[in-house]
């Protein structure tokens, strides 16, 4: 079972940058891909970035420009590096893995609070 800790969330001003941060731990397996996600009240939980293991990335169109998606394999951590941040990108922001071995697996952290506002 794959355990995810995110780390790094936190308040932050319009324009400034905060950097989460997501472990993997539980597995001797590689990690296939880890991404992050993002809910605020009464909203559905939205696709921020990803990344697979050869660390091709995919980004919304929200957050492209600003935000930078990365790994570290030998860790199994996913980085999230938030530059230029504003007001709306205020989330409880979820970290994602995929495991494949002999069927997908799936699984999320507990969520980690970012809040830009001045």
């Known amino acids: 079972q794959v355990q995810l800790v995110e780390s790094g969330g936190g308040l932050a001003q319009p324009g400034g940058s905060l950097r989460l941060s997501c472990a993997a731990s539980g597995t001797r397996y590689s990690i296939s891909n880890m991404g992050w996600y993002r809910q605020t009240p009464g909203n559905q939980r939205e696709f921020v970035a990803d990344i697979a293991e050869d660390s091709t990335a995919n980004y919304a169109e929200s957050v492209k420009g600003r935000f930078t998606i990365s790994r570290d394999n030998a860790k199994k951590t996913v980085y999230l590096q938030m530059n230029s941040l504003k007001p709306e990108d205020t989330a409880v922001y979820y970290c994602?893995?995929?495991?494949?071995?002999?069927?997908?697996?799936?699984?999320w952290g507990g969520g980690i609070q970012v809040t830009v506002s001045s």
């Open positions: 994602r893995a995929e495991q494949t071995l002999a069927f997908q697996y799936e699984y």
